[in-house]
T-cell receptor, first 109, second 115 residues
Framework: GQNIDQPTEMTATEGAIVQINCTYQ??????LFWYQQHAGEAPTFLSY??LDGLEEKGRFSSFLSRSKGYSYLLLKELQMKDSASYLC??????????WGAGTKLIIKP | GAVVSQHPSWVICKSGTSVKIECRSL??????MFWYRQFPKQSLMLMAT?????????EQGVEKDKFLINHASLTLSTLTVTSAHPEDSSFYIC???????????FGPGTRLTVT
């Protein structure tokens, strides 16, 4: 079957770095997405990785290892506004997104 | 990033009436659009997938006669909730996917309250 695993909740300190891991199993693979969702709002696109390696976008970076079925989202210089849920989703062979349940990130001062 | 708009952002309607929600991709052509529903503190739930010019594909358990989806053009999809009931109250979010590299963007969502 198809499955996405990511931690339910993480806590980090303002100004620090946090890494949110995601493992996936899908029928075929056409890329890995990360979204940010604040409470009561729709998800916002953060990144899309289809090749192995690290992609950096400002304070946020995303890494993919296709052979390991593994990705992570790295957030640097954490700010209070980064408190949100982070959704990992893998695109299968039919180009459908398979969603993880999301990781709730709590930032403490 | 690409922009997806959704209208209205919130709506209150009486039980038994119908509500139409519009989703537009503003700066790209969306070959596929998706409709999701999300209840408070729960994960996104995919309701249906629609490709421009063809009938929508509904997920198991979603009534296609109740949730009418029309994807008339590469930039517009509509979801009509027919004969709405209080249990249909939820946050409805559309998403649009562009052609390769298949990035998928979300609209801001529509909060529906049925009284």
């Amino acid at each position: 079957g198809q499955n996405i695993d990511q931690p339910t909740e993480m806590t980090a300190t303002e100004g620090a770095i946090v890494q949110i891991n995601c493992t996936y199993q899908t029928s075929g693979f056409n890329g890995l997405f990360w979204y940010q969702q604040h409470a009561g709002e729709a998800p916002t696109f953060l990144s899309y990785n289809v090749l192995d390696g690290l992609e950096e976008k400002g304070r946020f970076s995303s890494f993919l290892s296709r052979s390991k079925g593994y990705s992570y989202l790295l957030l640097k210089e954490l700010q209070m506004k980064d408190s949100a849920s982070y959704l990992c989703a893998a695109m299968d062979s039919n180009y459908q997104l398979i969603w993880g349940a999301g990781t709730k990130l709590i930032i403490k001062p | 990033g690409a922009v997806v708009s959704q209208h209205p952002s919130w709506v209150i309607c009486k039980s038994g009436t119908s509500v139409k929600i519009e989703c537009r991709s503003l700066d790209f052509q969306a070959t596929t659009m998706f409709w999701y529903r999300q209840f408070p503190k729960q994960s996104l739930m995919l309701m249906a997938t629609s490709n421009e010019g063809s009938k929508a594909t509904y997920e198991q358990g979603v009534e296609k006669d109740k949730f009418l989806i029309n994807h008339a053009s590469l930039t517009l999809s509509t979801l009509t909730v027919t004969s709405a009931h209080p249990e249909d109250s939820s946050f409805y979010i559309c998403s649009a996917r562009r052609r390769a590299p298949y990035e998928q963007y979300f609209g801001p969502g529509t909060r529906l309250t049925v009284t």
